[in-house]
């Protein structure tokens, strides 16, 4: 359904969802190729142990196989309930480090590369519903049943600036137990959460995102060499805010680029 004026704001929601959803899994794929690559480079031990091209592009091509049958916001929704892989609550239960669930996984007769697989787009379905979740309230409050013709732009922008507060305070945290990083980051935290553009947040969530990926991570992983030095008091709460801000970076890159792909419909419906 071609999306207009008289469309309800539950259609701009589902159909704008259904979209970026697919673009991202389209996208995630394409970095886990990617990171394949990367791994087996880096660890020639997983070819040995059979990892392959063969199976990795299987993999990949079952879940986009499995998503061609979603057709709407709920079906994506079961989806990834089914299907998330949460590696917070998994490996850092009561604020402890656990491999037990990646053991248990391999333990099954799994293989490497399936646990890979599980773990990239689990991660990103766990995320992708998380989002969703929250852009439902906006759908929510602005009343699913509106035309876009009744809807003021700036109750929109202001109600989706309004979700991501729960991710930017897991960043507000990390910043404020680590303030050797805050000139590297504070003024894109800023933009995010005080600029009314999305582009410029999308900018900026980006700079962070590289800057935790490239620099921070090595900042805190450079000296773990066995398990054990994973569970030492500082280097565990370091792996753990470290982890949760990660995830929530991840998680306001992708509120944003749904933002950006709701505006861009209504400039195109509206204007």
């Known amino acids: 359904m071609i999306i207009s004026k008289e469309s309800t704001i539950k259609s701009l929601f589902d159909q704008t969802i259904v979209k970026w959803f697919v673009d991202l899994v389209s996208e995630r794929s394409q970095s886990v190729r990617s990171e394949f690559v990367q791994m087996t480079n880096e660890l020639p031990i997983l070819i040995q142990a059979g990892a392959s091209d063969l199976e990795i592009e299987s993999g990949i091509q079952s879940v986009i196989s499995e998503l061609k049958l979603l057709k709407n916001v709920e079906e994506i929704k079961i989806y990834c309930k089914k299907n998330e892989f949460n590696s917070n609550e998994v490996m850092f239960k009561n604020n402890q480090i656990s491999f037990d669930t990646m053991t248990q996984f391999l333990q099954n007769g799994e293989s490497v590369i399936k646990m890979m697989l599980k773990v990239q787009f689990g ?9 969703i979740d929250k852009f439902e309230e906006v759908e929510l409050k602005l009343g699913k049943e509106t035309q876009l013709l009744e809807m003021e732009i700036e109750d929109l922008n202001y109600l989706l600036n309004k979700s991501l507060e729960k991710w930017l305070e897991t960043l507000n945290e990390f910043i404020s137990k680590n303030p050797n990083d805050i000139e590297n980051i504070i003024v894109e935290f800023e933009q995010i959460k005080n600029s009314k553009t999305w582009e410029i947040k999308k900018k900026a969530i980006e700079i962070i995102n ?4 490239n620099f921070k991570s090595q900042d805190i992983f450079a000296n773990l060499t066995d398990v054990q030095d994973f569970n030492n008091a500082k280097n565990k709460d370091e792996i753990i805010i470290y982890s949760r801000t990660l995830a929530a970076v991840t998680s306001l890159k992708l509120a944003i680029d749904l933002a950006i792909d709701l505006n861009k419909v209504i400039d195109q419906t509206v204007n």
């Open 123 to 131: 991660s990103t379905f766990a995320m992708a519903i998380d989002v």
């Open 210 to 213: 590289r800057y935790l990926l």
